[in-house]
């Protein structure tokens, strides 16, 4: 998919940013200073080489577990894929589908077209599915955009995109568009690529202020994060305009791994006879990320915590959570005078700065990620075997945050890897919220004593 690649003007946003600094004075800038030694490097791209033929060995273990979300018992050739998807496919290393790939893609593919929501637990493989359903539907012929794709972030939207170029790469007569800030198209012009992926507020001004796209044209509508996309609280100003401009037979194809009781109703009322595909509650939470708490009593104090465990166990990568910016920062700051490589992300960088934080981080540049709830859905580093919630997820009333708790904790855990949550709780109040959500997901969030260092290891183990 040659005209794929995103060129440096049509993401730059020069017009946007002044030296370093953005337009929003508080930004924190990600400390991006790294020495590479090449000699660790090549190290630690063994061992990382070496737990990855490990876990490939543990993934076809759990596709033949009929208790796992992993577990399918179609190959991708029953699915009846394209060829060209089908070589993308297992060009990205995929031998089997999951069960949500399994059990969405015939629904999706279905003549007429049907309309789905569609409910799996984080690192499942959602993106594959809705990917593959895209592609499917694209008439490359027709030079228009037939499929919009929409993300609540910047940095998923980018993330998705690149899942679309990859499975797409045989089959390069599909080209792709990028609807997110900073990436200019010339007014007045219609855009030819069958299929854009964005943030709503950028493809709502595509589709209608600025009519790059012609809404009318849409075949297949995706809203990934579906559950935060029409939440009161989230994107459904925007998700429910755009939708507004699609045309009555348009598919829609909603996916999360979390819809809350009232956001299952709405979405229901909003999609025209769909598919359903809804996990129990006690299916929502992964075996293989184990959860801990550890029982502080200031943020110092939380901070002398995550040396210990950093102290104690090999941490292949990590992301920790803050509530606000301005622990985050604080945070990464005391991080890297401990000798860490700190990246930080949130909300108020500049697209190319936040561009730039992930890209190093997923690169392994550097190991840890402190961020705000920007990056707690959707991000799939598979090398973070480890999640901290330095704050525990809160909504604006301060009540316990149960979705945002659950897609934090899947940023480990990816596919059927081993990951660790660890709550960090310093008042009755957190105590409080984290009982809360064990009593949300009924299940049991251990102790850990974090200053004891042979407790600590054995999480590990
Ligand atoms: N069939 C497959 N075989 C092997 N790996 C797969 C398969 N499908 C997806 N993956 C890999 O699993 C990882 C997680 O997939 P993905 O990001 O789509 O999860 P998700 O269900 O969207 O999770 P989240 O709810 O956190 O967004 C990705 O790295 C992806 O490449
Ligand atoms: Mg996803």
């Given at each position: 998919?040659?005209?794929?690649?995103?060129?440096?003007?049509?993401?730059?946003?020069?017009?946007?940013?002044?030296?370093?600094?953005?337009?929003?004075?508080?930004?924190?800038?990600?400390?991006?200073?790294?020495?590479?030694?090449?000699?660790?490097?090549?190290?630690?791209?063994?061992?990382?080489?070496?737990?990855?033929?490990?876990?490939?060995?543990?993934?076809?273990?759990?596709?033949?577990?009929?208790?796992?979300?992993?577990?399918?018992?179609?190959?991708?050739?029953?699915?009846?894929?394209?060829?060209?998807?089908?070589?993308?496919?297992?060009?990205?290393?995929?031998?089997?589908?999951?069960?949500?790939?399994?059990?969405?893609?015939?629904?999706?593919?279905a003549e007429p077209p049907q309309n789905l929501i569609a409910q799996s637990q984080?690192?499942?493989?959602?993106?594959?599915?809705?990917?593959?359903?895209?592609?499917?539907?694209?008439?490359?012929?027709?030079?228009?955009?037939?499929?919009?794709?929409?993300?609540?972030?910047?940095?998923?939207?980018?993330?998705?995109?690149?899942?679309?170029?990859?499975?797409?790469?045989?089959?390069?007569?599909?080209?792709?568009?990028?609807?997110?800030?900073?990436?200019?198209?010339?007014?007045?012009?219609?855009?030819?690529?069958?299929?854009?992926?964005?943030?709503?507020?950028?493809?709502?001004?595509?589709?209608?202020?600025?009519?790059?796209?012609?809404?009318?044209?849409?075949?297949?509508?995706?809203?990934?994060?579906?559950?935060?996309?029409?939440?009161?609280?989230?994107?459904?100003?925007?998700?429910?305009?755009?939708?507004?401009?699609?045309?009555?037979?348009?598919?829609?194809?909603?996916?999360?791994?979390?819809?809350?009781?009232?956001?299952?109703?709405?979405?229901?009322?909003?999609?025209?006879?769909?598919?359903?595909?809804?996990?129990?509650?006690?299916?929502?939470?992964?075996?293989?990320?184990?959860?801990?708490?550890?029982?502080?009593?200031?943020?110092?104090?939380?901070?002398?915590?995550?040396?210990?465990?950093?102290?104690?166990?090999?941490?292949?990568?990590?992301?920790?959570?803050?509530?606000?910016?301005?622990?985050?920062?604080?945070?990464?700051?005391?991080?890297?005078?401990?000798?860490?490589?700190?990246?930080?992300?949130?909300?108020?960088?500049?697209?190319?700065?936040?561009?730039?934080?992930?890209?190093?981080?997923?690169?392994?540049?550097?190991?840890?990620?402190?961020?705000?709830?920007?990056?707690?859905?959707?991000?799939?580093?598979e090398q973070v075997s480890v999640v901290i919630n330095f704050d525990l997820p809160?909504?604006?009333?301060?009540?316990?945050?149960?979705?945002?708790?659950?897609?934090?904790?899947?940023?480990?855990?990816?596919?059927?890897?081993?990951?660790?949550?660890?709550?960090?709780?310093?008042?009755?109040?957190?105590?409080?919220?984290?009982?809360?959500?064990?009593?949300?997901?009924?299940?049991?969030?251990?102790?850990?004593?974090?200053?004891?260092?042979?407790?600590?290891?054995?999480?590990?183990?």
């Open positions: 998919m040659g005209s794929l690649r995103l060129t440096e003007n049509r993401l730059a946003p020069k017009a946007e940013t002044n030296g370093s600094v953005t337009h929003r004075a508080d930004d924190d800038k990600a400390a991006d200073e790294d020495k590479e030694d090449v000699a660790v490097q090549s190290l630690l791209n063994k061992l990382i080489r070496s737990s990855l033929v490990n876990t490939t060995n543990q993934v076809e273990v759990l596709q033949r577990d009929p208790s796992s979300p992993l577990y399918s018992v179609k190959s991708f050739e029953q699915l009846r894929l394209k060829p060209q998807l089908l070589q993308g496919v297992y060009a990205m290393g995929f031998n089997r589908p999951s069960r949500i790939q399994e059990n969405a893609l015939p629904m999706m593919l984080s690192g499942t493989g959602k993106t594959a599915a809705f990917v593959l359903a895209m592609l499917s539907h694209v008439d490359p012929a027709q030079t228009w955009t037939q499929c919009l794709c929409v993300s609540p972030t910047y940095e998923l939207a980018l993330q998705t995109g690149k899942v679309i170029e990859q499975m797409g790469q045989f089959y390069p007569e599909v080209k792709l568009s990028y609807a997110i800030r900073g990436n200019k198209v010339e007014r007045g012009q219609k855009i030819q690529e069958h299929i854009v992926i964005g943030t709503p507020g950028t493809v709502l001004d595509w589709c209608h202020k600025l009519k790059f796209i012609d809404p009318k044209k849409i075949k297949v509508f995706v809203l990934d994060e579906a559950d935060v996309m029409i939440a009161t609280q989230g994107h459904q100003d925007q998700s429910i305009r755009i939708q507004r401009l699609l045309p009555r037979d348009c598919q829609m194809l909603l996916f999360s791994a979390t819809f809350e009781d009232s956001v299952w109703r709405f979405a229901e009322r909003i999609v025209p006879d769909p598919n359903i595909i809804k996990l129990k509650r006690e299916e929502e939470t992964l075996d293989n990320i184990k959860q801990y708490y550890v029982l502080c009593n200031s943020k110092e104090e939380k901070f002398a915590a995550l040396c210990n465990i950093y102290g104690a166990i090999t941490i292949a990568q990590a992301m920790i959570f803050c509530h606000t910016r301005k622990t985050a920062g604080w945070l990464a700051g005391e991080l890297s005078r401990e000798g860490h490589q700190v990246a930080l992300l949130s909300g108020e960088m500049v697209v190319e700065q936040r561009a730039a934080v992930i890209e190093r981080f997923r690169e392994g540049k550097e190991k840890v990620l402190v961020t705000t709830n920007v990056c707690a859905r959707g991000i799939d580093v809160v909504d604006k009333d301060g009540n316990p945050n149960n979705e945002t708790y659950l897609h934090r904790i899947g940023r480990t855990g990816r596919f059927g890897k081993r990951g660790l949550a660890i709550n960090m709780i310093d008042s009755k109040h957190s105590m409080n919220i984290l009982n809360k959500i064990q009593e949300h997901f009924n299940k049991k969030i251990e102790k850990l004593n974090t200053d004891d260092l042979d407790e600590i290891e054995k999480i590990a183990n």
